[in-house]
């Protein structure tokens, strides 16, 4: 099954106001869509461009976001001047990953403000709530299963 161009732009935008909820912007989430589901999986600035209807500013601005979040590789081709981009193999694992780790680091420091504050102070209630959600999501990536296999290569 082949989806329309309509179709595709449709789920891109999906993409992009799912990852715009989680602070990305959309323009980003964008690009991120697209590269996603584009054929070939490398794409120049330009093709992507017209592809999403962004412009060559918004573009380049954007696709430092990405690459920044290990969403996106560049590449260049022997003899082309052109930049090329794509999801980088293993992105999404890798930003889970961190996220992750970032939840553990700020247990730790939920665990340092209980012990600033004692018990039973009013001010540690505060942090005792954070604690425990985080405590409650590291418990449960703990107990999910392991990604899929990382030795998949990009498709």
Avoid: H
């Avoid at 449709?10 to 991120?32: D, K």
């Avoid at 979040?69 to 260049?76: A, E, L, N, Y």
């Amino acid at each position: 099954m082949t989806p329309g161009r309509d179709e595709l732009l449709n789920w891109v935008e999906r993409v992009s106001m799912y990852l715009a909820a989680e602070g990305v912007p959309p323009m980003a989430g964008r690009i991120l869509g697209w590269l996603m589901v584009c054929d070939p999986p490398e794409q120049s600035a330009g093709e992507i461009c017209e592809a999403i209807g962004a412009s060559r500013a918004s573009l380049t601005t954007n696709m430092r976001v990405l690459i920044t979040m290990g969403f996106v590789v560049r590449s260049s081709r022997p003899g082309q001047r052109t930049a090329f981009y794509r999801v980088d193999r293993n992105a999404w694992e890798r930003v889970v990953q961190r996220q992750i780790d970032g939840m553990t680091a700020f247990l730790d420091i939920t665990r340092d403000g209980l012990d600033m504050f004692g018990a039973r102070n009013a001010r540690a209630e505060r942090i005792r709530e954070a604690q425990e959600v985080f405590d409650w999501m590291a418990k449960a990536f703990d107990n999910a299963p392991p990604p899929p296999s990382t030795t998949r290569k990009n498709r």
